[in-house]
């Protein structure tokens, strides 16, 4: 039986987030075959793509694995209903821990959670503790335990720590997209060896291999040892070598002599490269449409299967 779809709480429909997760989607299959791709960008497109995954299940009214959840992954954010970026149940230690002006030991807050019915799918909390004045209770039913620790000690925060609460409220909003506009992440440097190998799968027409382009590595005796790298391209044109600076340390070395390349074929690969992202926009794209009109199909299909009377 198909999960029972819910109201989201969040601006974005159902439909939004159904076509931003298939565009995500398609973005994260285009960065594992890209073998250019540094492996710290496929392992961030990897935690957004859950977390997106996680909101979607959470709008069917299906709770996520509690096994993973997108705040214990390194690189990406936090589930939305307690905000995004504020972990509000640290926050409400390390306050009211401040204000006792002592360390608080395990215990002092007992959070109470429990699932609204029996389906176990959607959970209430309730914090209390010496140093609370009453008990603070999530505002609404979350989609996992955890949501909804975070919005009782948020409700707890905010009503026994106001100005504490207002400091990290006017945080969360700053971090926080504005209206209509996706929140992007900073671009992660890409790496001069990964550039250059990058520039040349475009000036051969294909995916480079570990013979294409080879570092030498020569070590400079002194009190601290340094080295020399040189690069070597034998398989294009002319087969190419170039010196780099020397280092400190090897990878260093092998980065000089893959930049000295990069500035020498700078402006050949320079067309090639813009040409390569615009036919990458364009298969992106013919990708998604088909993705989201797959999943039209299979959304009326279910329609009227559920429409069928019994």
């Not at 176990?120 to 949501?147: A, D, H, R």
């Not at 700078?266 to 989201?292: F, G, Q, S, T």
Request: hydrophobic share 40%.
């Amino acid at each position: 039986m198909a999960p029972k779809k819910v109201q989201p709480q969040g601006a974005q429909t159902l439909e939004q987030v159904e076509a931003k997760f298939a565009a995500q989607t398609t973005g994260f299959y285009e960065k594992c075959m890209d073998l250019n791709t540094p492996q710290s960008a496929v392992c961030v497109a990897a935690n957004h793509l859950l977390t997106l995954r996680c909101k979607l299940l959470g709008m069917y009214g299906v709770a996520p694995d509690a096994k993973w959840t997108a705040a214990g992954s390194a690189g990406a954010p936090a589930q939305g209903g307690v905000g995004s970026e504020v972990q509000w149940k640290s926050k409400l230690t390390e306050t009211a821990a401040k204000k006792a002006a002592r360390p608080l030991t395990k215990g002092e807050f007992v959070y109470n959670t429990t699932a609204v019915d029996e389906t176990n799918k959607s959970f209430t909390s309730t914090v209390s503790g010496s140093l609370l004045s009453k008990k603070y209770s999530s505002v609404e039913p979350q989609i996992s335990k955890k949501l909804a620790e975070q919005t009782a000690a948020r409700a707890a925060l905010q009503a026994e720590y106001p100005e504490a609460y207002t400091e990290l409220a006017a945080h969360e909003v700053a971090l926080a997209p504005a209206k209509g506009e996706k929140r992007k992440s900073d671009p992660l440097p890409m790496g001069d060896k990964n550039e250059l190998n990058h520039m040349m799968q475009m000036l051969l027409s294909r995916s480079v291999t570990k013979d294409d382009v080879l570092y030498t590595l020569t070590t400079i005796e002194g009190e601290k040892p340094s080295y020399s790298a040189t690069v070597s391209l034998p398989t294009y044109e002319g087969s190419p070598t170039f010196q780099g600076a020397p280092a400190s340390a090897k990878k260093d070395a092998e980065a000089a002599a893959a930049k000295v390349a990069i500035a020498a074929f700078k402006d050949a690969a320079a067309p090639l490269i813009e040409e390569h992202k615009a036919k990458k926009a364009k298969k992106n794209k013919e990708a998604l449409e088909k993705l989201v009109a797959a999943q039209k199909e299979k959304k009326e299909a279910l329609k009227a299967a559920v429409a069928v009377p019994k």
